[in-house]
Nanobody, 122 residues
Framework: QVQLLESGGGLVQAGGSLRLSCAAS?????MGWFRQAPGKEREFLAA????????YHADSVKGRFRISKNNAKNTVYLQMDNLKPEDTAVYYC??????????????????WGQGTQVTVST
């Protein structure tokens, strides 16, 4: 059972930056970041393949957010720049159970972290 532990969330002013980290208990397959704001559905943000050779970003965050991975540390990151109040949400790290094409569908991911809160103030 893969365990994922996110960190790096917090309170930041609009225009600021945060870097989220997600440490996995073992090497994983595709990993992704999602977020969920109150009253909204979980939203795909970015995904990265096992070897970190391919990355995918949602149009809504492309150019502001960037996913990366350190395979030696079994850790995936989400660098978030130029944050906006609408980025306020709980951010989740997720991993698939096998080799699959990175998906925007949360149902494709078997393992999930507990989430980390990101709050962007005006």
């Amino acid at each position: 059972q893969v365990q994922l532990l996110e960190s790096g969330g917090g309170l930041v002013q609009a225009g600021g930056s945060l870097r989220l980290s997600c440490a996995a208990s073992e090497r994983t397959f595709t990993m992704g970041w999602f977020r969920q704001a109150p009253g909204k559905e979980r939203e795909f943000l970015a995904a990265i393949t096992r070897a970190a050779t391919n990355t995918y970003h949602a149009d809504s965050v492309k150019g502001r957010f960037r996913i990366s991975k350190n395979n030696a540390k079994n850790t995936v990151y989400l660098q978030m720049d130029n944050l906006k109040p609408e980025d306020t949400a709980v951010y989740y790290c997720a991993a698939t159970a096998d080799y699959t094409t990175p998906s925007v569908d949360s149902r494709a991911y078997r393992y999930w972290g507990q989430g980390t809160q990101v709050t962007v103030s005006t």
